[in-house]
């Protein structure tokens, strides 16, 4: 049968093909006939290794696919489409020549190399490198020009490069169902800012968004501004924070008054014109990226975002605010939004803010200087409104408590790789986070009211796809859920259910049935996307959510800003209900290819410290998952993933493989007291030919 797929590598030589829709991108199903003539569907095929080596991750083929009873494989197999431009490896001599040696991720064969790059990188053996690709004759990726490096492999700028090149060539514009057309991108001018953006971050850099016009169409161009420059407003943010899009202003009479609150964000849509330059470049990219090794990649100009449109201190300010009252219980006022004209008096820092909820006043007083009695009320004011809306939240019946943060994490300071505290002032940025939240529900429920289209944030709580495990897991802690049993669709019944039995199960002095349910709830916990259409969060436990307070860094704020602007003047909104549509596929697809970035250079930093021996004693994990191949776990204190072959776990002589016994949920295993939730201790022993890091217990 002939089909036509994606193909994706496996570090051992062989690889899978996904098979996909004429569009090139839509999952899909086929069926075809044994060899006995019993039928059989699959929607992937096994990829032996002499075919896979000419291949890289994500290319368009069309294969001929063979059926048996353990599925599909691949005969035959011809390019159709290469999306990867951008391969990022090592410099190996292979026979007679220079060759480059792909990461994992990207391919499993070597890549031919231009005789001039060659030349160039006689001296780079074993280096990492950034390379552009052109197929060669035989439709085989071969390396053209050097994009970046060579690296140390192991460095931080080596594992920037390669978390860079890996992470967004996963999202690569033609790999996003309905592609750069469906968000209103020409696509050939998506796919070179795609590669060049690449390159550029790969290399260190901070992207292209330096210099863009942003010349083009404002909503609500000619609506006139209110002066609350006498206003006194403060900004809270990180010390070396540049990019400050909200400032927030406060009064409160004291004892069992309303808390009054106005939430200013950058007015980035009253600059950046819908269409233009810039606005086609934040479109694009969808994001902007923090990473821990060199730059950040901003998603506006830094001129915009660092400086004309950032709430510094001591200057006037466009914003938008919402403004609306925190009662004692926590529930919000009416909520009222304007265009507004602002000057912050402090830009305070979390450590700051931290100790003053300490009772330490003297590090916000330096700041402050001699605004400092007109900044202590309105912090004080602050702190107020985020204990009743903490309050007010902790009614609500979400996941959110059973996710454990991280204590440590790496970072890169002053060119070293070392770790920090992963979040060193976590009460002060609750206080914020807890006001940017309910700016967030404000808005939305604003523009619902109004009967704006608008991208609105959905959450449904458990992924149907993981439902019937979590309805297996309750069962197997023997734990009463009605709501998974009765098959209803009520996502809030299911998640108050949960927590009341884990609250039940640690009650009752049953530890290891409360940590199966918990591991269980958060596995089961579905990804939060971008709809056009209002729909409840349920992760937050809200009725609407939309992302409002970030417009200089998510193109999805800078979205909902337009609408609220031409709201506010009246106009009809930009953007229709279709519109945002087809740009919330697209901004799920890049924005979540930005976090992938983040989290796989934060693991792969992770592998260098524990390969330099940052972990020299045993670590405790929890079981987030049983295959017959070993044990998924999680180090909670290091936020870090990971995984226990059956070898290890059973404690096998080398070279002998195993497996587990695993129920037909992945919950549990007879080959040893090991399910999901189990807590163990574990030892780091290596990194695997990927740079993986390997534990045993």
Same mark, same amino acid.
């Given at each position: ?113 231009d ?11 074993? /280096?990492? !490198?950034? &390379? $552009? +690709?052109?197929? %060669?004759?035989? @439709? #085989? ?8 490096? =060579? ?44 590669? /060049?953006? !690449?390159? &550029? $971050? +790969?290399?260190? %850099?901070?992207? @292209? #968004?330096?210099g ?6 404002? =909503? ?29 202003s ?25 269409d233009?330059p #810039? ?6 990219v ?9 730059a950040n ?48 008096r ?33 912090l ?56 940017m ?103 937050l ?6 992302h409002?307070?970030?417009p ?54 992770w ?32 936020g ?52 993986r ?5």
């Open positions: 049968m002939q089909v036509r797929a994606r193909f994706r590598p496996h570090p051992r030589g062989f690889g899978f093909l996904t098979l996909v829709a004429g569009d090139g991108a839509t999952p899909i199903e086929v069926t075809g006939n044994q060899a006995d003539g019993t039928p059989r569907t699959v929607d992937s095929a096994f990829v032996p290794p002499p075919v896979a080596s000419a291949f890289l991750a994500d290319d368009l083929v069309d294969a001929t696919i063979t059926f048996d009873e353990k599925g599909a494989g691949v005969e035959t197999m011809t390019l159709v489409e290469r999306v990867r431009r951008m391969l990022v490896g090592r410099v190996q001599q292979g026979p007679g020549r220079l060759v480059l040696e792909p990461d994992p991720a990207i391919g499993s064969g070597w890549v031919r190399l005789p001039a790059l060659a030349q160039r990188l006689q001296t780079q053996v074993g /280096r990492q !490198v950034v &390379l $552009l +690709a052109v197929d %060669g004759e035989d @439709g #085989a990726p071969l390396g053209k020009a050097l994009v970046a490096g =060579p690296h140390v492999t192991g460095s931080p700028q080596a594992v920037r490069a390669a978390a860079v090149v890996v992470a967004l060539g996963r999202a690569a514009p033609s790999l996003v169902p309905g592609g750069p057309a469906a968000a209103g991108l020409d696509p050939v001018q998506a796919a070179a800012t795609h590669t /060049r953006v !690449v390159g &550029l $971050l +790969a290399g260190g %850099g901070r992207g @292209g #968004a330096e863009l016009a942003v010349d083009g169409p404002i =909503p609500g161009a000619d609506l006139p501004a209110t002066d609350r420059t006498d206003e006194a407003c403060i900004t809270i943010d990180d010390a070396g924070a540049r990019d400050l899009d909200d400032a927030i406060a009064t409160w009479a004291g004892g069992e008054a309303p808390v009054a609150i106005a939430v200013h964000i950058a007015d980035a849509a009253g600059t950046v014109g819908i233009s #810039a606005d086609r470049y934040a479109r694009t969808a994001s902007s990226a923090y990473l821990a090794s060199g990649a901003p998603m506006l100009d830094p001129a915009l975002s660092e400086e004309a449109l950032s709430l510094l201190p001591d200057v006037d300010r466009r914003v938008v605010s919402i403004r609306f009252e925190v009662n004692p219980d926590g529930r919000l006022g009416q909520p009222s939004l304007e265009l507004a004209v602002i000057r912050s402090a830009k305070l820092t979390y450590a700051a803010a931290e100790a003053w909820l300490q009772g330490d006043r003297e590090p916000v007083h330096q700041i402050a200087g001699d605004q400092a009695d007109v900044v202590g009320p309105v004080t004011a602050v702190i107020e409104a985020a204990r009743r809306l903490g309050v007010e939240r902790d009614t609500r019946a979400t996941f959110e408590d059973l996710f454990a943060p991280a204590e440590v994490t790496p970072a890169v300071v002053d060119g070293k790789l070392t770790t920090v505290e992963a979040e060193p002032h976590a009460d002060a940025y609750r206080l914020v986070e807890r006001l939240v309910a700016a967030n529900e404000g808005v939305a429920g604003w523009l619902v009211d109004g009967g704006v289209p608008a991208l609105y944030r959905a959450h449904v709580g458990v992924d149907p796809e993981r439902r019937e495990r979590l309805r297996a897991a309750a069962e197997l802690a023997g734990a009463s859920v009605p709501a998974l049993e009765d098959g209803t669709e009520d996502a809030d019944a299911v998640v108050a259910q949960v927590l009341a039995e884990v609250d039940r199960l640690a009650a009752e002095g049953r530890e290891e049935e409360r940590d199966l349910l918990v591991a269980a709830a958060t596995g089961a916990t579905a990804r939060a996307t971008y709809e056009p259409d209002p729909s409840s969060h349920v992760g436990a809200s009725a609407a959510y939309c409002f307070t970030s200089i860094r998510r193109y999805a704020d800078l979205t909902v800003h337009r609408q609220v602007r031409a709201r506010l003047a009246g106009e009809t909104p930009p953007l229709t209900v279709e519109d945002l549509r087809g740009l919330a596929g697209w901004l799920d697809a890049r924005a979540g290819a930005i976090n992938f970035l983040q989290a796989r250079e934060r693991g792969d930093l592998s260098r410290l524990l390969d330099r021996g940052f972990l020299d004693r045993p670590e405790t994990a929890v079981v987030t998952g049983v295959t017959t191949n070993g044990l998924r776990i999680r180090l909670p204190r290091l870090l993933g990971g995984f226990v072959t059956a070898e290890r776990a059973l404690d096998l002589p080398a070279r002998e493989r195993g497996h587990l016994e695993v129920d037909e949920h992945g919950l549990a295993t007879t080959s040893g007291p090991w399910r999901m939730g189990t807590r163990i201790q574990v030892r780091f022993v290596g990194l695997d030919d990927t740079g890091a390997n534990w045993r217990l």
